[in-house]
Nanobody
Framework: VQLQASGGGLVQPGGSLRLSCAASGVIDNFFVMGWYRQAPRKQRELVATMDSGGITNYADFVKGRFTVSRDNAKNTVYLQMNSLKPEDAAVYYC?????????WGQGTLVTVSS
């Protein structure tokens, strides 16, 4: 499985970005796909995930601001990020899980600054 993330960039506080992650390779419907992030000098942390049935899981710090969605036909997961704050700045990583197996994308940088 290969994951290709895109959509990061520079945005002002209060702005929005939409991240995309396309998965290629052998895919089945048991995947959980989602997003993690890692800021400088911090550990990687969960942002949001969605399983193949549409069940979502959000970190408390993004609830009400970020929305994860998924297009199973395209094997793509999205992260709509609204009301961005400077503390949201990080490298955002796409992740896919199937049972004990886990795959990571290359990361996309999100910078929130005026």
């Amino acid at each position: 499985v290969q994951l290709q993330a895109s959509g990061g960039g520079l945005v002002q506080p209060g702005g929005s970005l939409r991240l995309s992650c396309a998965a290629s390779g052998v895919i089945d419907n048991f995947f959980v796909m989602g997003w993690y992030r890692q800021a400088p000098r911090k550990q990687r942390e969960l942002v949001a995930t969605m399983d193949s049935g549409g069940i979502t899981n959000y970190a408390d710090f993004v609830k009400g601001r970020f929305t994860v969605s998924r297009d199973n036909a395209k094997n793509t997961v999205y992260l709509q990020m609204n009301s961005l704050k400077p503390e949201d700045a990080a490298v955002y990583y796409c992740n896919a899980k199937d049972g004990p197996l886990s795959w990571w994308g290359q990361g996309t940088l999100v910078t929130v600054s005026s």
